[in-house]
């Protein structure tokens, strides 16, 4: 049994696998939650950790201590050819959902997004090298930088249910620029892509990304997981390559 642990810019999850796949997910308010589940703990044999954020280096080496536990970086042995130029500032999270989507699909074109805090753009060849891809502000970014930098403009709140194209007051204005405006940037990426490898396969990850699903006139897959297999997949593959 494995434990995969996702640590992003709002949220903190850990999966649990075993040889079958995902057994659950538990999202966590600080990483103390997760040394303190003892039980969960005591589930797994090996553990990994995936981080795109500094400073918490004292809870690798506590669950070290306790499990044999993979700190996903730049070094760790992965299955692709990892030809971005800066490698070492690389979120794992990009890289991660790249290798989960590499071990459904592989020697394939395959484009991930993943929606969360930023949309992220990751793209690998059919050669299985990592070219690198994009990154925008999430849906949250955006209506808090509309906030924060104007004068007037509210802090407006996501809501999913909205479908208007056309906003009669500032907040169903807001509304509309936001929402329609990622969907319409994430298709439009999307078809880039499709222009230049015109059999490319689309995932869709991240927290977000059921809604994107349901909005997108390009055909495309979802695995809002994808990150966490990710990070199960690097670690099998390190133990298959001890």
């Keep these: 049994m494995n434990l995969a642990i996702d640590i992003g810019n709002t949220r903190i999850k850990s999966a ?11 999202h ?3 990483t103390d939650d997760i040394l303190n589940n003892t039980d969960r703990l005591a589930q797994c044999q090996h553990i990994v950790i995936g ?4 400073g918490h280096e004292s809870f690798y ?3 070290n201590a306790l499990k044999p536990t993979l700190l996903f970086t730049s070094t760790t042995k992965i299955p692709l050819r990892n030809l971005y130029q800066s490698s070492a500032t690389l979120g794992s999270d ?5 290798i989960g989507a590499y071990y459904l699909c592989p020697n394939t074109n395959m484009l991930v997004v993943d929606i969360g805090t930023c949309i992220k753009y990751n793209f690998t060849d059919s050669q299985n090298n ?3 891809g994009g990154i925008s502000p ?3 970014l955006r209506f808090k930088a509309l906030n924060q930098f104007t004068s007037k403009l509210p802090l407006v709140e996501s809501d999913f249910t909205f479908n208007t194209l056309i906003g009669t007051n500032t907040q169903n ?3 509309s620029g936001v929402l329609t405006g990622a969907v319409a940037e994430v298709d439009g990426i999307i078809t880039k892509y499709k222009e230049q490898y015109p059999n490319l396969i689309c995932v869709l990850t991240g927290g977000d990304c059921e809604y994107f699903a349901k909005q997108l006139k390009n055909s495309i897959f979802v695995s809002p997981n994808l990150v966490l297999k990710g990070l199960n997949d690097i670690l099998n593959y390190n133990l298959e390559h001890l």
Excluded: E, T
């Design 61 to 63: 080496q506590n669950l």
């Design 173 to 175: 204005s807001i509304l």
């Design 16 to 26: 649990l696998f075993n040889q079958n796949g995902l057994i659950d997910i538990i």
């Design 138 to 140: 999430g849906i949250k």
């Design 94 to 98: 990009r890289l991660s959902a790249s």
């Design 130 to 132: 990592y070219l690198g």
């Design 28 to 30: 966590h308010p600080n």
């Design 51 to 54: 981080s795109v954020v500094d």
